[in-house]
C-alpha cells in the first residue's frame, strides 16, 4: 500500500458539496482483495471493535482505509456523512474521499487509519484508545466553540456564507462588501472604547450610577488595610472582586469579617492590580443576554454545589457530578467541571468544612460563592419572567456603556419584580458573553440566541451576499469573464475579477499570475471593496481543492475541447472533462441561479440536466436543435439574427448589433461572437438593465490591457499581427477560422507547447497550423514541463509532416527570439500569428517593436 497524494477539497468538488479529505493509494495485487489476506479483517476488527461492516463488492485495502477513516472521526464526534471510495484509470489505484468537519482532525484520522491497516496486515499492535484521544482531544481544540459555534449555525441556516478566518473564534460571514465578522459573541461592531469602559468595573458602576440604574455602592482599594476600611465605610457583608477581570476570576461575596475581607483582598489582587469592594447585594445572581437593543435571554445561576449522602466525601461528590458527560474542561461542553481549587477551598473552610467533610444526607453545600458557568455553576432560564421595567433598566445599561452584544450580571430576589422595587442592581457588564447558559441550560428553555445576534447584524432577509459568477470551459473563459466584469462595471458595482491574468479589484491589479483557482476566489470574496465578483474557474484548481465558494449565481461553461489538459489528474477523455468543469453547474444557487450554456457543445449542453437552477442557452444557429427546443418552452436563448445578438424569452426579445461590439470586429471573429454571447447570457441572469449590457459590450475594447493574449491585434509596417495564448488545438482551429477572414498576401506563424500535454495534442496543434500557413517558426517553450530538450519542437515538427499549406519550418530556442525573428521578416501585407507563452513579456516586446515601427 502506497500513498500517491493526499488532498482537502475545501469547498463543493467532484465527488460531493462536503469538505473533504481525498487519497490516492496504490494497492498491491494482495491489497487489492482484503479477502484474500488471511485473518486480515479478523485481526483489524480485534484491534478496532467499532468498525462498521463493509458494504458488499467493497473489498480492497482502499475501501477499509476509506470506512476506518470515516469512523474514527465519528467517533472523535464531527459530525460528518459522507464518505466513497473509486478506482483510477490505472490498475490497482484508487481514490479515497472522506468528509471531515475539521481538517486537521480528518488528516489525523486518515494517517490513523494507515497505521491500523498496517497494524492489522502484519499483526501488531495498535493503541485505539491513544489514537481515539488524540483525535478528540484535537477536534475540541480546534472546533468552534458553543458560543461562536451557534451564531456561525444562525448564519448558516439563514443561508449566509461563512468564514472561519482562524483556528479561533473569528469568523466572517458574507462576502465582499456585505461582509461582516464576530470574534466569539463579539461583533466587528462592538466598540473597543465600549469594551475597555465595562473592563474597568468602577467606572462602568459610576455611569451607570450617573444614568440611574441601580448599581452597588462601593470604591477602589489600595491594600488589605483598606480593603477592610471599605468594608467599614459601606457596611458589611461586602463583594471584593478584581476591576478587570472576567468570568468570575477573583471575585468573593458576602464578607462580613475583616479576616474575611481581607483574604478576599489577596485573592483579587492576583487577578488585577486595581481591586474593588463594594456593598453585596443578596439574592439571585441572574445574566442577561442584551443584543441590539433587546433583551433576548435571561437566566438565572446557581453556584456550584453537592447533595450530601451521608456517605461520600465532599471531593468524591464532586468527582461524581464531573461524570456527567454534559460537563467538560473550560466552555467546549453545556457545563464546566467543578473545580476544588483556592477559591472552592477558603469557601468551604467559611462553613467549617473541608474537601474530606462527608454532607449529612441531602445537606446542600456551595462550594463557590460566585455562579458562573466557567467555575461550575448550573443555569436555569427565566426569560419569559422578566418585568418589563427590569429589562428596560438592562437594555439601557448597554446603551449607557456602548455595548451592541453584552452579558449583564443583576443581583436581585426575583426578576419579575422591577430593581428599585427590591433593592436589586447591576454589578457587572460583559462583553463577549458566553452563550453557554442561554443555548443549554440546566433547566428551562433554550433560546437561539444565536439567531439572535445574527439578526441584529444583518437586515431580515439580507443573506450578505453578492453576485457571484462563475466562467469556466476550455476556451473562451478569461475573455468571456472580463467583458462579464465590464458590464458589471458599468452597473456602477466595485467588480473583482479572477482570471489567467490576475486579480482585479475595481479594474486595480492586486495579483499577477494565473489566478483561476480557489484561493483567488476566496480572496475576491474576502476583500471589502468588492460588490460583485467574476470568477474564472479552471479545471486545475477545481480538482486540487474544489470551488472556493459554496455556491454561484451564475455558472458559464464555454465550451468542452478535446485536446486541452486530458491526461491528467485522472482526466483522460472529453467525458471526464466536462464531469469537472460541470461542478460549477451543480453548485448553482437552488431555484434563482443560472447556467449559461453553449448549446452547440453536447457535452456542456448536457449539464443542464445538473443544474438546480434555470438555464440559458447560447449558440450561433438560431435552428439549433437543443436551443430551439429550450425556446419553444418559453426558456431564454441566446442566438445570432441577421448579424445581431438576440436575447428571446418568454415575455420578449433584445437585439444588439454586432457592429457594435469591438470585441466580434464586425461579426467576422465567430469565437468572439460566442465570448459576447456568454457574457450577455450571465449578465441577463443577473438582472441587469439591457442598457447597462448593451454599454458595456460596446465599451469593450479588446486590447493588451483589456484582454491580454486573446486576439490581441496590431499594425506592425502595415502587416497584421495577431497574439495570441491559444494553447490547445480547439483554440487554434478557432484562430486559423477567425484568420480566414482578414486578407493576407502571406501567413506565418511563432508557436511553442506546453509539455505537459498528450503527444497526440500536440501534434495536433501543427496538423491544423500546417494547413493554414505558409510559414511555421517552432521555439522551445522557457519552460518544459517535464519533457527533454527538444521533445517539443521533434512533436511539433511531426505534426506539419503532411502540411498541405506550409512551405518553410523554422526551429529558434527561446520565445523572444523567435518574435524577433518573425518580426523582422514581415513585409507589406502579410499577416503573423505570435502563439505566446510568456504572455506579458512577449507582448510588451511586441508593442516596443510596433512603437518603434
Known amino acids: 500500500m502506497k500513498v500517491l497524494r493526499i488532498r482537502a477539497l475545501r469547498g463543493p468538488n467532484l465527488w460531493s458539496k462536503h469538505t473533504s479529505i481525498e487519497a490516492t493509494i496504490f494497492c498491491t495485487e494482495a491489497e487489492n482483495n482484503i479477502n484474500t489476506v488471511s485473518g486480515f479483517e479478523t485481526r483489524l476488527r480485534k484491534r478496532f471493535p467499532e468498525l462498521s461492516l463493509f458494504q458488499q463488492g467493497e473489498t480492497s485495502i482502499a475501501h477499509v482505509l476509506q470506512q476506518i477513516t470515516f469512523d474514527l472521526q465519528k467517533l472523535a464526534g464531527c459530525p460528518i456523512i459522507f464518505s466513497q471510495t473509486a478506482p483510477a484509470p490505472d490498475p490497482h489505484t484508487y481514490r479515497i474521499v472522506v468528509e471531515y468537519s475539521e481538517e486537521k482532525v480528518g488528516r489525523l484520522a486518515f494517517e490513523s487509519a494507515q497505521e491500523l491497516c498496517l497494524a492489522a496486515l502484519n499483526d501488531t499492535a495498535f493503541d485505539l484508545a491513544t489514537i481515539l484521544g488524540r483525535l478528540r482531544e484535537l477536534n475540541e481544540d480546534i472546533r468552534l466553540g458553543p458560543s461562536t459555534g451557534a451564531i456561525v449555525q444562525a448564519a448558516i441556516a439563514r443561508g449566509i456564507p461563512i468564514r472561519r478566518l482562524t483556528e479561533g473564534s473569528l469568523v466572517q460571514f458574507g462576502w465582499g462588501s456585505k461582509q461582516r465578522r464576530i470574534q466569539a459573541s463579539e461583533s466587528d461592531r462592538t466598540s473597543a472604547v465600549a469594551e475597555s469602559i465595562v473592563q474597568d468595573k468602577d467606572l462602568t458602576k459610576t455611569l451607570l450610577h450617573a444614568a440611574g440604574i441601580p448599581v452597588p455602592l462601593g470604591r477602589e482599594v489600595d491594600d488589605a488595610d483598606d480593603a477592610w476600611h471599605a468594608a467599614c465605610e459601606i457596611g458589611v457583608p461586602v463583594v471584593v472582586k478584581p ?53 433576548v435571554a435571561a437566566a438565572r445561576r446557581e453556584p456550584p454545589q453537592v447533595i450530601g449522602d451521608g456517605k461520600q466525601t465532599i471531593r468524591q461528590l464532586v468527582q461524581q457530578i464531573n461524570l456527567d458527560p454534559k460537563r467538560g474542561e473550560g466552555h467546549v461542553s453545556s457545563l464546566t467541571k467543578i473545580q476544588l481549587d483556592e477559591i472552592s477551598l477558603s469557601h468551604l473552610a467559611t462553613q467549617d468544612l473541608t474537601a474530606e467533610s462527608i454532607p449529612a444526607q441531602n445537606t446542600k453545600v456551595i462550594l463557590r460563592n460566585n455562579a458562573n458557568l466557567s467555575t461550575g455553576g448550573t443555569a436555569t432560564d427565566v426569560t419569559d419572567d422578566v418585568h418589563p421595567e427590569l429589562a428596560e433598566r438592562v437594555i439601557a445599561a448597554a446603551q449607557v456603556v456602548g455595548l451592541d452584544i453584552c452579558g449583564i450580571d443583576v443581583v436581585c430576589s426575583s426578576v419579575t419584580q422591577s430593581l428599585e422595587d427590591q433593592g436589586g442592581g447591576i454589578i457587572e457588564i460583559n462583553a463577549a458573553p458566553g452563550l453557554r447558559m442561554h443555548l443549554q441550560p440546566s433547566y428551562g428553555k433554550s433560546r437561539d440566541v444565536g439567531e439572535a445576534i445574527i439578526d441584529n447584524m444583518f437586515y431580515p432577509g439580507d443573506d450578505a451576499r453578492i453576485p457571484v459568477v462563475s466562467v469556466t470551459g476550455t476556451n473562451g473563459k478569461t475573455t468571456t469573464a472580463r467583458l462579464i466584469a465590464s458590464v458589471l462595471g458599468n452597473d456602477d458595482k466595485r467588480v473583482g475579477l479572477a482570471c489567467t491574468d490576475g486579480v482585479y479589484i475595481d479594474d486595480q491589479c492586486i495579483d499577477t499570475g494565473d489566478c483561476s483557482g480557489p484561493v483567488s476566489a476566496r480572496n475576491i470574496l474576502f476583500h471589502p471593496d468588492v460588490d460583485a465578483a467574476v470568477l474564472e474557474t479552471a479545471r486545475g484548481g477545481l480538482l486540487r481543492e474544489g470551488l472556493g465558494f459554496d455556491r454561484n449565481d451564475v455558472a458559464v461553461v464555454t465550451n468542452i475541447g478535446m485536446g486541452d489538459h486530458l491526461g491528467m489528474g485522472y482526466v483522460n477523455t472529453a467525458e471526464e472533462l466536462a464531469a469537472v468543469k460541470r461542478i460549477v453547474v451543480q453548485n448553482v444557487t437552488p431555484g434563482t441561479g443560472y447556467a449559461v450554456l453553449n448549446a452547440a457543445d453536447p457535452l456542456v449542453a448536457s449539464m443542464a440536466d445538473h443544474c438546480p437552477g434555470a438555464v440559458i442557452f447560447f449558440a450561433l444557429d438560431k435552428h439549433n436543435p437543443v436551443l430551439a427546443l429550450h425556446r419553444s418552452q418559453h426558456q431564454r436563448v441566446i442566438y445570432i439574427d441577421n448579424n445581431f445578438i438576440v436575447a428571446s424569452a418568454e415575455d420578449g426579445e433584445h437585439r444588439i448589433p454586432l457592429k457594435e461590439i469591438p470585441l466580434t470586429k464586425n461579426g467576422s471573429i465567430t469565437f468572439q461572437i460566442e465570448n459576447a454571447m456568454a457574457a450577455v447570457g450571465a449578465c441577463w441572469a443577473l438582472g441587469l438593465d439591457w442598457s447597462v449590457i448593451q454599454k458595456g459590450l460596446t465599451g469593450f475594447v479588446n486590447n493588451t490591457q483589456t484582454a491580454p493574449g486573446r486576439f490581441n491585434l496590431f499594425n506592425y509596417r502595415n502587416a497584421t499581427l495577431i497574439a495570441d ?6 483554440a487554434i482551429q478557432a484562430l486559423v477560422s477567425a484568420i480566414d477572414n482578414i486578407p493576407s498576401k502571406k501567413r506565418s506563424v511563432v508557436i511553442s507547447a506546453a509539455g505537459d500535454r498528450r503527444d497526440e495534442d500536440i501534434r495536433q496543434q501543427t496538423r491544423i497550423l500546417g494547413d493554414a500557413f505558409d510559414e511555421v517558426v517552432l521555439y522551445q517553450d522557457k519552460c518544459q514541463r517535464g519533457r527533454a530538450d527538444g521533445e517539443v519542437l521533434t512533436l511539433l515538427r511531426e505534426g506539419l509532416g503532411n502540411a498541405k499549406r506550409t512551405q518553410k519550418v523554422s526551429e529558434i530556442v527561446g520565445e523572444a527570439i523567435a518574435i524577433d525573428a518573425a518580426l523582422s521578416n514581415l513585409e507589406d501585407g502579410e499577416l503573423c500569428l505570435i502563439l505566446v507563452d510568456q504572455v506579458e513579456q512577449s507582448l510588451g516586446q511586441i508593442n516596443n517593436r510596433v512603437a518603434l515601427g
Open 243 to 295: 476591576q478587570d477581570s472576567n468570568q468570575g476570576k477573583g471575585v468573593t461575596v458576602n464578607l462580613a469579617t475583616e479576616e474575611q475581607v481581607k483574604s478576599a483582598y489577596k485573592i483579587a489582587r492576583e487577578y488585577s492590580r486595581s481591586v474593588l469592594v463594594e456593598r453585596y447585594i443578596p439574592g439571585h445572581d441572574y445574566r442577561m443576554l442584551v443584543v441590539g437593543n433587546k433583551l
Open 725 to 730: 495564448y491559444g494553447h490547445n488545438p480547439d
